[in-house]
C-alpha cells in the first residue's frame, strides 16, 4: 500500500468529479453561479385568478435585472409572440396581443426567463374564460 503511483492518483483526482463541483450551478453565459438574483416578473394584467368574456391580449412586468432575450411567454403550453418595451424605471413591459382570442376555459400563462447574473425564474397564472365573464 505504501508503493502507491503519485501519477497515477493525480490522474483520478483530475478525472473524477468532486462533489462540489458537481453541485456549482452554471449560468446561461457559462459562468459558475455563486450569487444571483432571480427576475420578478409582476404587474400580470388580466390578474391571477380573473374571469374573463374573452382574452384578447395579456401583460406584465419584468424587472430590469432580467435577460430580455430569455424572455418566453407561454399560453396552454403553446408559445405565444410578444413584445417588449422599457419603462422608465428600467423594467421591461412585455405584452401580448392574441392572433386568435380565448372565449371559453382556463388560459394558464406561464413566464420564463433569466437574470443578467444567470437565475431563472418561471412564473404562471390562470385566467378563467366563460360567456359571463363573472366568477362561478
Excluded at 403550453?77 to 382570442?101: A, C
Aim: overall charge negative; proline content about 9%.
Amino acid at each position: 500500500m505504501t508503493n502507491r503511483n503519485p501519477r497515477l492518483l493525480l490522474l483520478l483526482g483530475l478525472l473524477l468529479p468532486t462533489p462540489l463541483s458537481m453541485a456549482m450551478p452554471l449560468g446561461h453565459h457559462g459562468g459558475l453561479v455563486i450569487h444571483c438574483k432571480d427576475p420578478r416578473i409582476d404587474e400580470e394584467s388580466p390578474a391571477p385568478e380573473t374571469h374573463l368574456e374573452r382574452l384578447e391580449t395579456l401583460s406584465f412586468l419584468a424587472s430590469q435585472n432580467t435577460d430580455p432575450s430569455t424572455i418566453k411567454v407561454r399560453i396552454n403550453v403553446e408559445p405565444i409572440p410578444h413584445t417588449l418595451s422599457i419603462e422608465r424605471s428600467g423594467d421591461y413591459r412585455i405584452r401580448v396581443n392574441l392572433q386568435s382570442p380565448i372565449t371559453e376555459g382556463r388560459a394558464w400563462i406561464k413566464v420564463t426567463a433569466m437574470s443578467d447574473d444567470g437565475c431563472d425564474q418561471i412564473h404562471t397564472w390562470n385566467v378563467y374564460v366563460d360567456r359571463a365573464g363573472k366568477t362561478p
